[in-house]
């Protein structure tokens, strides 16, 4: 059964860290560019960052250098590091594959939205004191 998980999530204080994993089941997640997507309560998904199967990465959005994507290969995940976390950060993060097999992650959030194969399904973020 193909299949992502992700986990990691939790609260935690504004300023602090979390990392996120997603595994993947059923497939080689090293074959494919891998996203990790956001949700915010009452607002559309949004892309965080994703990762080629070259190991080039993409940030979305206003994310800076406070979170880091990476591949564990050993465990056939991708996981997420998020730093200086803020009550903005909030929210459900879900992973997501690229399909097809290979394809690089899309310079634009728009162009991969379009490209999303498989999601996984979620795990949430709070964010305060």
């Known amino acids: 059964q193909v299949q992502l998980v992700e986990s990691g999530g939790g609260l935690v204080q504004p300023g602090g860290s979390l990392r996120l994993s997603c595994v993947a089941s059923?497939?080689?997640?090293?074959?494919?560019?891998t996203g990790w997507f956001r949700q915010k309560p009452g607002k559309e998904r949004e892309a965080v960052s994703c990762?080629?199967?070259?190991?080039?990465?993409t940030n979305y959005h206003s994310v800076g250098g406070r979170v880091a994507i990476y591949r564990d290969n050993a465990n056939n995940a991708v996981n997420l590091d998020l730093d200086d976390l803020q009550p903005d950060d909030a929210g459900v993060y879900y992973c997501?594959?690229?399909?097809?097999?290979?394809?690089?992650?899309?310079?634009?959030?728009?162009?991969?939205?379009?490209?999303?194969?498989?999601w996984g399904q979620g795990t949430q973020v709070i964010v305060s004191t």
């Open positions: 990762i080629g199967t070259t190991d080039f990465s």
């Open positions: 059923g497939f080689t997640l090293g074959d494919y560019g």
């Open positions: 997501a594959t690229v399909r097809p097999r290979g394809r690089p992650c899309p310079s634009l959030e728009s162009d991969l939205l379009l490209v999303i194969g498989v």
